[in-house]
T-cell receptor, first 118, second 111 residues
Framework: DAGVIQSPRHEVTEMGQEVTLRCKPI?????LFWYRQTMMRGLELLIY????????DSGMPEDRFSAKMPNASFSTLKIQPSEPRDSAVYFC????????????????FGPGTRLTVL | EDQVTQSPEALRLQEGESSSLNCSYT??????LFWYRQDPGKGPEFLFT???AGEEKEKERLKATLTKKESFLHITAPKPEDSATYLC????????????FGSGTRLQVQP
C-alpha cells in the first residue's frame, strides 16, 4: 500500500495568493483528517470527513480556509487568500472505522506539505 | 475541553540508559489514548493505542502504560535510532472523533 499521499511536498507562495493542498487517503479508509503543525501550537485538527462528508470543521481558522472531499480517494484544503501566519506543515491522515466496534482506528499520516507564505 | 500535557519537553539519553516519557490528560470520557513517533520532516507514525486503565502494550524497546490520568512510554535500553519526537493524543468517547495531541517529547539518544 502506498500510504497517504500528499502534494505538493513544499509550497512557497506570496501573501494574497490562493494555495491548494491535495491528499489521497489509503484506499478503503472512510475517515479523512486535515491537521496543521506549528512550533507554537503543535499539531491541531482543522477538519475531518467521514464517507466524504465533512463532520467537524470547528478547527478551521477562518473563512479563508475551505476543504472538500469530492470522492473517497481525493481531498483538497484551500487557503484563499493566504497570509504569512498560515505558514506551517499541513498533514492529511486517514483511518478505517471498525465494523461493529468503536468508530475509530489508528490514523495513518501522510508526509505533509510544508507551506511558506512570504 | 480535552487537554494533553507531555513531559519532559526534551530528553537526552545515553545509549542503553532507560527512561520514561509522561503524558497527562484530561478528557470527557476516554475512548483511546494514542502514542505516535515523529521523525524530522515526516508525518507521525502510529505506535500504540490504549483503551483502559491498567492496559499495557509493548513493541521492541517501547512499552506504553495507562492509568486514569496519565500514560507512560517506557524506553528500555534505547538506541540512537529511537531518537525522535514522541506524541501522545487522546480521543474522547463522545463528540469529536478526532485526536487532541500533546506538544510532544523530543528524545535524543547519544551513542
Amino acid at each position: 500500500d502506498a500510504g497517504v499521499i500528499q502534494s505538493p511536498r513544499h509550497e512557497v507562495t506570496e501573501m494574497g495568493q490562493e494555495v491548494t493542498l491535495r491528499c489521497k487517503p489509503i484506499s478503503g479508509h472512510d475517515y479523512l483528517f486535515w491537521y496543521r503543525q506549528t512550533m507554537m501550537r503543535g499539531l491541531e485538527l482543522l477538519i475531518y470527513f467521514n464517507n466524504n462528508v465533512p463532520i467537524d470543521d470547528s478547527g478551521m481558522p477562518e473563512d479563508r480556509f475551505s476543504a472538500k472531499m469530492p470522492n473517497a480517494s481525493f481531498s483538497t484544503l484551500k487557503i484563499q487568500p493566504s497570509e504569512p501566519r498560515d505558514s506551517a506543515v499541513y498533514f492529511c491522515a486517514s483511518s478505517l472505522s471498525l465494523a461493529g466496534g468503536p468508530s475509530y482506528n489508528e490514523q495513518f499520516f501522510g508526509p505533509g506539505t510544508r507551506l511558506t507564505v512570504l | 475541553e480535552d487537554q494533553v500535557t507531555q513531559s519532559p519537553e526534551a530528553l537526552r539519553l545515553q545509549e542503553g540508559e532507560s527512561s520514561s516519557l509522561n503524558c497527562s490528560y484530561t478528557v470527557s470520557g476516554l475512548r483511546g489514548l494514542f502514542w505516535y513517533r515523529q521523525d524530522p520532516g515526516k508525518g507521525p507514525e502510529f505506535l500504540f493505542t490504549l483503551y483502559s486503565a491498567g492496559e499495557e502494550k509493548e513493541k521492541e524497546r517501547l512499552k506504553a502504560t495507562l492509568t486514569k490520568k496519565e500514560s507512560f512510554l517506557h524506553i528500555t535500553a534505547p538506541k540512537p535510532e529511537d531518537s525522535a519526537t514522541y506524541l501522545c493524543a487522546v480521543q474522547a468517547r463522545t463528540g469529536r472523533r478526532a485526536l487532541t495531541f500533546g506538544s510532544g517529547t523530543r528524545l535524543q539518544v547519544q551513542p
